[in-house]
């Protein structure tokens, strides 16, 4: 049964510093924007929370620029303004690439890169991308702001050490020396929740990230360190199976997770020599 309208409550403050006052206020406030996955668990009677505070008219949460070596990702940045922007495609292009799949042109011009992070599900088709870039999230309250690097800013199962009173306010991506490789195995290349995801980094470093192989993004950091010492695919594939915890769900099993895996990393060793 769809949710009860009448019982939710919704706040639009006009500037990202009457938001964060306003969080400062009543940190039980969800925040939204593009809705993408709210609209969803309301019309299916699943939605939890009952008092929102609206993000979409920030500006302050818009714009792609780079300073220095540094790219930086506002976090209302649709997946349409990724896609179109020259510079994202220039340096991330494999975060154009997953933009180019999630969901429909609907989906892309509505979903945020903040709202994939921030909805920390572990099939976000954008974060297995800001693991192997070495992203870093800005995250913002009406006391000051912070950065976490990517790596450390999920803590469990849709959880991530982003307090009540904070906003994801953007991303910083820096200089990526190497090649870039993203692949999306699913029902569909797009509109469909993955069944695994992969983003990858070949050069002075190798970095590697799945998603949906575990309860959070993964950045496989010992499999990355067997190729790069030399290792052979096998030591490389033997060393990711440990790093990884794929489950059975109803879009795929734990076991056809693990062997697609495992074949995504001979592809691409392979295909980035």
Known sequence: MPANISALSLERPRSLKAALA???????LTPIAGCTDIYVAMQFGTLAEQRFIDLWDLKELRGISVTGDVLRIGALNTYTEIINSKIVRKQVPMLVAASREVGGAQIQNRGTLGGNIANASPAGDTLPVLAAADARIVLSSHSGSRTVPF???????????????????????????GLQWWRKVGTRRAQAISK???AAVRGKQVRIAFGSVAPTVILAKRTADVLAGGGSIAE??????????????????GEYRATVATNLLAQFWNETK
Do not use: H, W
């Not at 790596?151 to 020396?177: Q, W």
């Not at 060393?239 to 795929?252: G, N, Q, T």
């Open 22 to 28: 306003t969080l400062a206020d009543d940190p039980k």
């Open 151 to 177: 790596d450390a800013f999920y803590t469990g199962y849709r959880k991530s050490v982003r307090n009540s009173d904070e906003l994801i306010t953007a991303i910083e991506i820096p200089r990526i020396n």
């Open 236 to 253: 490389a594939q033997a060393a990711l199976l440990k790093e990884i915890s794929p489950i059975d769900d109803v879009r795929s099993t």
């Open 196 to 198: 695994i995801m992969i």
